[in-house]
């Protein structure tokens, strides 16, 4: 039977499973490296500076450099 667990990778190239595994059994598997997800922080900062940029005050600051319409 093929099993799929979640690990992450430290510096070091230990690998540590994200959930509590038994016991893995003695053998070979394959190890599929996924591209890292956007650090939370930066999502979260997104949102908050939103509130920001979204003013029309915003728009005229930078109004210089936009392209005559």
Do not use: C, F, N, Y
């Not at 230990?14 to 394959?30: D, F, K, S």
């Not at 949102?47 to 728009?59: F, H, N, Y």
């Amino acid at each position: 039977m093929l099993q799929t667990i979640e690990v992450e990778i430290d510096a070091t190239g230990h690998i540590h499973p994200l959930e509590p595994v038994q016991t893995l059994p003695v053998g070979r598997a394959l190890l599929t490296l996924l591209k890292p997800s956007v650090d939370e922080a930066l999502q979260l900062a997104e949102a908050a500076l939103a509130e920001d940029w979204l003013k029309p005050e915003e728009d005229d600051a930078w109004a210089h450099l936009q392209p005559v319409r």
